[in-house]
């Protein structure tokens, strides 16, 4: 039930408030000639302007890497020169980048004093995408056995190639980014209320790098968050300039994104090209697959870039016993806004190549690719097996669950509804994608602290929630294993004043390393009241049994609750960290119909389903929500979200007017079945799924698309499948006297 009491950072209203507005560039790329503030600084309400020339005075540095490159060789071993100034320096490099800081007594007065300022700029060449030769490589690295696929390919009896794009997205989270700063002169402490899932990330870059002071005076915390999904991990320049206005000006400021400031100037996510070798026997059974991943950066090495970038390529050979593998992956410049993780972090992308891949190569082969996955697949006999990339498989079947979703989809009557079809004119076709994900963990714990509150057991963690439901699921553990009602408990989270050390939520790791936390924090509570209980009892410890929230002495009926618990011990605290890996495999398979429309490219999804290996369940219906909101985001990447550059850079998909995202209409009900393989490795047997939907989405819609117009001779069409996508692919596919006939 919808109570109305969640709090965002645009609800935040602090006493004496300033508003902010970034002045950003129009050029793709250009070389800054002058920039005058001089009429905006007179403006009414205006309290200050800042440009690079002041973050340069007060000596801030730039946005940095959270993780470096470690692992890669070849060109670009450090990518520190690609590090993001907060404003720009001398030379803008992408539509969107900040150029100045605005901050007025109200909204409306800095946005007219933004309009102010003059920027005049020398034009620079600007590539624009991955195929463009200005794009430059400043990161490669490689991974699997040359030499064992040059012998594969040499054996095969078939091979084929083909190239595939990724395309670039916005991950449109609800609640757009926005930051309040407020700087406290007396401590010389900052305080900054941002959208965030990981309040740690951002507290470590701005103390240790930009800010250069020590992290306990650089407090970070997010409110209730609408939604992340990778996007806000990180540090961005607007979070730097809030804090440095509200130290100068010693009022708290606040700035908000529009919905289109944040399609120019939010990190991307996707954007790859693909260009891949797979080698078979006469069987279609696939010896070896080989090629080349390129990723476009943007302009700038955002914080998390690299995460993109090298996760994921043990997923290229998927869920089936190929033998042999060599991939190299390169990272590339180009004149627009920066990419990084967005939900999946590197798999979904190299998921998407190995399973359009595998449609492909059943096509050359003139295979059903239901059946040619079926011949492919690693059996349970096989186990445990790893792959040509290092994907180790223990406890899976695959196959299990590719029969579970189709069953769910009615596959078996596709002929009828196909038949039924073609006499409407129409096209219908079926596609999967059945994917691993090997999931890391963090080499961080994730710490829980069990706090006595006013009677109450507040639960504080190092994750972070922007609606994965933590306040709930996290609660569950923890009532279940204290006996103690949920109104009973309180949770805190994303504050790092409250827990000055934590992960927050990345990786779908939050319930096998934070879940895993909070189960054994409350055993270690249980120990903890036991022996409260047992000076209380005037008996050993080990003569209390705990039970459902009661503590007993042995053999009598003296029985003690929590409450007795806490008032003897009013300072009552037990923490604990899950000191395990996280590392965790599963395995999904999603499958999907759809019905497309020859004469117009138009696209009906007409049945969806999502089949989850997630381990144990430890609150069944988030579950289930995770798979259904994340298979509507990647069947959106699948089918109509892109962001569009043109060849000069200008970014022309930057509303709602120009960026489609599925609506609920637009959907068919998403069944989402969950299949339990516990997992050994945590106390909880969890495996994470909260990136796992998103992962099977676009390539489950995109071969349903295709499967469709295979009798068309439609080969491949780039996503997103838009209609008029659709349609001119048709055009050149099928001679004219054809196109209608069934």
């Not at 946005?63 to 060109?75: F, K, Q, W």
């Not at 130290?247 to 944040?262: A, F, M, N, Y």
């Not at 090629?291 to 998927?318: C, E, I, K, Q, W």
């Not at 895993?516 to 120990?527: H, K, P, Q």
């Amino acid at each position: 039930m919808l109570g109305g009491t969640a709090r965002f950072v645009d609800d935040l209203a602090p006493e004496g408030c300033l508003h902010a507005v970034v002045v950003r560039s129009v050029h793709a790329h250009a070389r800054i000639t002058r920039l005058d503030t001089g009429d905006a600084r007179r403006m009414p309400g205006v309290r200050l302007i800042l440009t690079h020339a002041d973050l340069a005075a007060a000596g801030l540095g730039p946005i940095p890497l959270d993780l470096s490159p470690l692992g890669a060789d070849g060109p670009g071993a450090s990518l520190d020169h690609l590090e993001q100034p907060a404003l720009a320096r001398d030379e803008v490099r992408y539509v969107g980048e900040p150029i100045a800081f605005v901050v007025a007594d109200t909204a409306q007065a800095a946005r007219d004093a933004a309009e102010c300022v003059t920027l005049t700029c020398e034009d620079l060449p600007a590539a624009t995408s991955l195929d463009d030769p200005a794009a430059q490589v400043v990161l490669e690295s490689a991974r699997g056995d040359a030499g064992a696929v040059a012998r594969a390919f040499e054996r095969a009896a078939h091979r084929v190639s083909v190239d595939l794009s990724n395309n670039r997205v916005h991950a449109m989270p609800m609640e757009p980014r926005g930051c309040v700063a407020r700087y406290d002169p007396r401590r010389q402490a900052f305080d900054l209320a941002v959208s965030t899932q990981r309040v740690h990330l951002i507290q470590r870059a701005l103390a240790d790098h930009v800010f250069g002071i020590p992290r306990d005076r650089m407090r970070v915390h997010a409110p209730d968050v609408g939604g992340g999904f990778g996007q806000k991990n990180g540090l961005y320049p607007e979070y730097v300039l809030s804090l440095e206005a509200a130290r100068r000006l010693g009022q708290p400021v606040k700035w908000i994104s529009d919905r289109t400031e944040g399609f120019a100037s939010d990190n991307h996510g996707r954007d790859n090209l693909f260009r891949l070798e797979a080698a078979a026997d006469a069987d279609g059974r696939i010896l070896a697959v080989r090629g080349r991943r390129d990723l476009n950066l943007g302009a700038y090495a955002a914080p998390r870039s690299m995460v993109p970038v090298l996760n994921g390529l043990m997923h290229l050979t998927g869920v089936y016993g190929v033998g042999a593998a060599h991939f190299t992956v390169r990272a590339m410049t180009t004149n627009t806004a920066s990419t990084s993780p967005y939900r999946g972090a590197g798999r979904p992308e190299n998921v998407f190549a190995c399973e359009r891949l595998i449609d492909m190569i059943a096509r050359e082969l003139g295979e059903d690719p239901v059946a040619l996955r079926r011949r492919n697949l690693i059996r349970p006999q096989m186990l445990p097996w790893t792959s040509p990339l290092g994907t180790r498989f223990d406890a899976v079947d695959p196959g299990a669950l590719l029969d579970t979703a189709l069953a769910r989809i009615d596959h078996a009557g596709l002929a009828d509804r196909r038949a039924r079809a073609d006499r409407r004119g129409l096209r219908r076709g079926v596609g999967v994608c059945l994917f691993a994900e090997a999931l890391h963990g963090s080499s961080e714990p994730a710490a829980v602290r069990l706090s006595h509150v006013a009677g109450r057991l507040v639960v504080c963690v190092g994750t972070g929630s922007s609606g994965h439901g933590h306040e709930t699921s996290f609660l569950q553990i923890a009532s279940a294993r204290l006996g103690l009602p949920m109104e009973r408990l309180g949770f805190v989270q994303s504050d790092t004043a409250a827990m000055p050390d934590g992960i927050g939520t990345a990786a779908s790791w939050s319930m096998t390393l934070g879940g895993s936390s909070v189960r054994l924090a409350a055993d270690a509570a249980v120990a903890r009241g036991v022996a409260v209980a047992a000076d209380l009892l005037g008996v050993a410890d080990v003569a209390v049994l705990f039970d459902r929230g009661s503590f007993r002495a042995e053999g009598t009926n003296h029985v003690l609750g929590w409450d007795d618990i806490f008032a003897a011990a009013p300072d009552f605290t037990a923490e604990a960290a899950f000191g395990g890996s996280g590392d965790t495999v599963n395995v999904g398979c999603h499958a999907c119909e759809v019905e497309v429309d020859p004469a117009t490219g138009a696209i009906a999804v007409e049945g969806y389903a999502a089949v989850q290996d997630c381990g144990s369940a430890v609150n069944p219906a988030l579950v289930e929500g995770q798979l259904q909101g994340g298979a509507a985001q990647g069947i959106g990447q699948g089918w109509v979200e892109g962001i569009v550059y043109d060849d000069a850079g200008q970014i022309l998909s930057a509303s709602l007017m120009d960026y489609a995202v599925p609506r609920a209409g637009d959907l068919p009900w998403i069944t989402a079945e969950l299949a339990h393989f516990p997992e050994a490795g945590n106390p909880l047997g969890v495996k994470g799924i909260g990136e796992s939907a998103a992962t099977g989405g676009a390539a489950a819609l995109v071969n349903a698309v295709l499967d469709a117009l295979a009798p068309l001779g439609v080969r491949d069409i780039a996503p997103p499948l838009t209609p008029v996508r659709v349609w001119q692919a048709i055009r050149k596919a099928t001679p004219a006297g054809a196109r209608d006939t069934p």
